[in-house]
């Protein structure tokens, strides 16, 4: 389950990564748990970009990038 907050950069969530487009070299990506803790995040080197996130427990996080918010259920 994905839901766009609000849409600069486009992301989207599959089992094991959450991936973006839409996106400048440099972008930083932060991914949040559901309590507001910082989990990981990632510097894109690209206009593309993936975060492997396998290993996370299953509950809710929030990716913010640019502009964006988008909220994950893993």
Same mark, same amino acid.
């Given at each position: 389950? /994905?839901? #766009? /907050?609000?849409?600069? *950069?486009?992301?989207?969530?599959?089992? #094991?990564? &959450?991936?973006?487009?839409?996106?400048?070299? !440099?972008?930083?990506?932060? /991914?949040?748990? *559901?309590? !507001?803790?910082? /989990?990981?995040? &990632?510097?894109? !080197?690209?206009?593309?970009?993936?975060?492997?996130?396998?290993?996370?427990?299953?509950?809710?996080?929030?990716?913010?990038?640019? #502009?964006?918010?988008?909220?994950?259920?893993?």
């Amino acid at each position: 389950d /994905i839901e #766009n /907050i609000t849409s600069a *950069i486009n992301c989207w969530y599959d089992s #094991n990564k &959450v991936y973006f487009t839409n996106a400048y070299a !440099g972008t930083m990506v932060r /991914i949040y748990d *559901i309590n !507001g803790r910082l /989990i990981t995040h &990632v510097v894109l !080197g690209g206009n593309t970009g993936s975060v492997d996130v396998a290993n996370l427990p299953e509950g809710v996080y929030m990716v913010k990038a640019m #502009n964006s918010v988008t909220k994950f259920v893993k």
